[in-house]
């Protein structure tokens, strides 16, 4: 399919005990052979590993392992070669330019994977799960891109699609016979099948929110107003003196962001300007900068100070933040400083909306009841879906099937013409063969494969 073969440095750049470099395409195996010393590597079996040396000429550049993998079973479908070098910046160079005078070209950003998809031997979903998958840095995110990797996803969403293309050819063949005026669909079975493709389809919908914390973090916003305690929390959280903490008002001025694993799921606590009207243009861009935060948040910690609470001001700003899919968590803090607090004087509608948490950080430091329930808020989010959709694309391209999928249902209900049904039917299919790359274009492609990072 391609003419030209790529190579790339697939580790990091820089200094390390290994470098490999890998080079797919026809020429590959005997564009390395041409510059190695040692066993003739069109004559190695697929998948073996050969030890010899890169030569430029007579000078000896390395001593290396080659690893050498025919087509078609091959990451790239294609005969790949991978040079295991020393890790040193001078060696790796010298190794590409040297392929390059031998006619390799260096591969784009992707372009291996890219070939793997152009190939057909993952789907697009697969491709962007090896992205997903370099980027994991946590246990929820990597199990996700694992399973989408592995194709989890993928043969859902084929089994979907077969269910759909069942009943549009059923659909399309009444069209052959339209002058015969002919059902050979039953209306009620049909609307039965689309009912069933519907629950697939929805959790798929419903899991985003859930999969899109997993992947990139659960934002959690930390508000209140100046001196209630925030930056102490943050830092409490994180075990370490992140944020400046001081009794003068108005300290925190910007945003401060640091991350958090509580069983494996990542949380990225922001640390905000505290909340009051100000002269201070800096500290004014901070508190414009916290509402922003708020707005983003999936959780907010809003921290009052128990030794000078006024349940007014508390509701007034909760009013600001109040919204759906937000878990608004009330953290009355320095406990300590006050000898008696009367859980009654919180205000009931306050306890019936909002979980109330009492601190005393300074005193006592054990944060678990507050991530154990943020954590829980985060799990009870976990759908019935086994699979977990994380990627805004796909979840734009199920949001328009289950639209197209609604319209079917509604026009089969109301007796509309197979013809006009089977329009969003195929629209419903597009939409899901986008995800998987069935329709794809090359500004979709040069996307998703210009994220990668060269070598991949
Ligand atoms: N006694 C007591 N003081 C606290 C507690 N938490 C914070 N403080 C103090 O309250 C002041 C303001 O804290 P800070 O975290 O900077 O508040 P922020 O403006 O909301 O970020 C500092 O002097 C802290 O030491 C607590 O639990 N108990
Ligand atoms: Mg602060």
Same mark, same amino acid.
């Given at each position: 399919?391609? @003419?030209?073969?790529?190579?790339?440095?697939?580790?990091? @750049?820089?200094?390390?005990?290994?470098?490999?470099?890998?080079?797919?395409?026809?020429?590959?195996?005997?564009?390395?052979?041409?510059?190695?010393?040692?066993?003739?590597?069109?004559?190695?079996?697929?998948?073996?590993?050969?030890?010899?040396?890169?030569?430029?000429?007579?000078?000896?550049?390395?001593?290396?392992?080659?690893?050498?993998?025919?087509?078609?079973?091959?990451?790239?479908?294609?005969?790949?070669?991978?040079?295991?070098?020393?890790?040193?910046?001078?060696?790796? $160079? !010298?190794?590409?330019?040297?392929?390059?005078?031998?006619?390799?070209?260096?591969? @784009?950003?992707? *372009?291996?994977?890219?070939?793997?998809?152009?190939?057909?031997?993952?789907?697009?979903?697969?491709?962007?799960?090896?992205?997903?998958?370099?980027?994991?840095?946590?246990?929820?995110?990597?199990?996700?891109?694992?399973?989408?990797?592995?194709?989890?996803?993928?043969?859902?969403?084929?089994?979907?699609?077969?269910?759909?293309?069942?009943?549009?050819?059923?659909?399309?063949?009444?069209?052959?016979?339209?002058?015969?005026?002919?059902?050979?669909?039953?209306?009620?079975?049909?609307?039965?099948?689309?009912? /069933?493709?519907?629950?697939?389809?929805?959790?798929?919908?419903?899991?985003?929110?859930?999969? %899109?914390?997993?992947?990139?973090?659960?934002?959690?916003?930390?508000?209140?107003?100046?001196?209630?305690?925030?930056?102490?929390?943050?830092?409490?959280?994180? $075990? *370490?003196?992140?944020?400046?903490?001081?009794?003068?008002?108005?300290?925190?001025?910007?945003?401060?962001?640091?991350?958090?694993?509580?069983?494996?799921? /990542?949380?990225?606590?922001?640390?905000?300007?505290?909340?009051?009207?100000?002269?201070?243009?800096?500290?004014?861009?901070?508190?414009?900068?916290?509402?922003?935060?708020?707005?983003?948040?999936?959780?907010?910690?809003?921290?009052?100070?128990?030794?000078?609470?006024?349940?007014?001001?508390?509701?007034?700003?909760? %009013?600001?933040?109040?919204?759906?899919?937000?878990?608004?968590?009330?953290?009355?803090? !320095? $406990?300590?400083?006050? +000898?008696?607090?009367?859980?009654?004087?919180?205000?009931?509608?306050?306890?019936?909306?909002?979980?109330?948490?009492?601190?005393?950080?300074?005193? %006592?430091?054990?944060?678990?009841?507050?991530? *154990?329930?943020?954590?829980?808020?985060?799990?009870? @989010?976990?759908?019935?879906?086994?699979?977990?959709?994380?990627?805004?694309?796909?979840?734009?391209?199920?949001?328009?099937? !289950?639209?197209?999928?609604?319209?079917?249902?509604?026009?089969?209900?109301?007796?509309?013409?197979?013809?006009?049904?089977?329009?969003?039917?195929?629209?419903?299919?597009?939409?899901?063969?986008?995800?998987?790359?069935?329709? +794809?274009?090359?500004?979709?492609?040069?996307?998703?494969?210009?994220?990668?990072?060269?070598?991949?």
């Amino acid at each position: 399919m391609f @003419q030209d073969t790529i190579c790339a440095l697939a580790t990091p @750049q820089g200094i390390g005990a290994l470098g490999i470099i890998r080079v797919s395409g026809n020429e590959s195996i005997s564009i390395v052979n041409s510059v190695f010393k040692g066993k003739n590597l069109e004559q190695a079996s697929s998948h073996t590993v050969v030890y010899g040396y890169i030569r430029d000429g007579e000078e000896i550049i390395d001593e290396v392992m080659v690893s050498v993998f025919r087509a078609p079973k091959t990451f790239t479908a294609e005969n790949l070669v991978e040079i295991t070098c020393h890790g040193s910046h001078y060696i790796e $160079q !010298k190794i590409l330019s040297l392929l390059l005078t031998q006619g390799c070209r260096l591969a @784009q950003a992707g *372009e291996f994977t890219q070939r793997a998809f152009l190939h057909g031997r993952i789907d697009l979903s697969q491709a962007e799960a090896v992205a997903d998958l370099i980027a994991a840095e946590n246990k929820a995110s990597h199990d996700m891109a694992l399973s989408q990797m592995r194709g989890g996803f993928s043969s859902l969403l084929k089994e979907l699609r077969i269910e759909l293309l069942d009943l549009a050819s059923l659909l399309e063949l009444e069209l052959d016979f339209s002058e015969e005026d002919v059902e050979f669909a039953d209306r009620s079975q049909l609307i039965g099948l689309m009912d /069933q493709i519907l629950t697939t389809v929805q959790p798929l919908i419903d899991s985003f929110s859930y999969g %899109n914390a997993l992947k990139n973090g659960v934002p959690v916003t930390i508000l209140g107003k100046p001196n209630a305690g925030k930056s102490t929390l943050l830092n409490a959280l994180l $075990q *370490e003196d992140r944020a400046i903490v001081s009794d003068i008002a108005g300290t925190t001025r910007d945003t401060i962001e640091e991350s958090l694993i509580i069983h494996g799921v /990542q949380f990225r606590f922001i640390d905000t300007a505290g909340l009051r009207e100000t002269e201070d243009t800096i500290e004014a861009i901070g508190v414009a900068k916290a509402m922003e935060k708020a707005k983003e948040a999936s959780i907010i910690l809003y921290l009052a100070d128990m030794e000078s609470l006024d349940w007014e001001e508390v509701r007034t700003d909760l %009013n600001k933040f109040h919204r759906d899919n937000l878990y608004l968590m009330i953290c009355l803090t !320095k $406990q300590d400083k006050i +000898s008696h607090f009367d859980n009654s004087s919180i205000p009931e509608e306050i306890l019936q909306t909002y979980p109330v948490l009492t601190l005393s950080v300074k005193t %006592n430091p054990d944060l678990t009841e507050l991530k *154990e329930k943020m954590y829980a808020y985060i799990e009870q @989010q976990k759908t019935t879906s086994q699979t977990i959709v994380n990627n805004a694309r796909h979840l734009n391209a199920l949001v328009r099937a !289950k639209e197209s999928l609604v319209l079917c249902k509604e026009g089969l209900q109301n007796g509309l013409s197979s013809e006009l049904v089977a329009i969003d039917l195929r629209r419903a299919l597009e939409a899901l063969g986008e995800i998987v790359g069935q329709v +794809s274009n090359d500004e979709l492609l040069g996307n998703i494969f210009g994220k990668f990072c060269i070598g991949k």
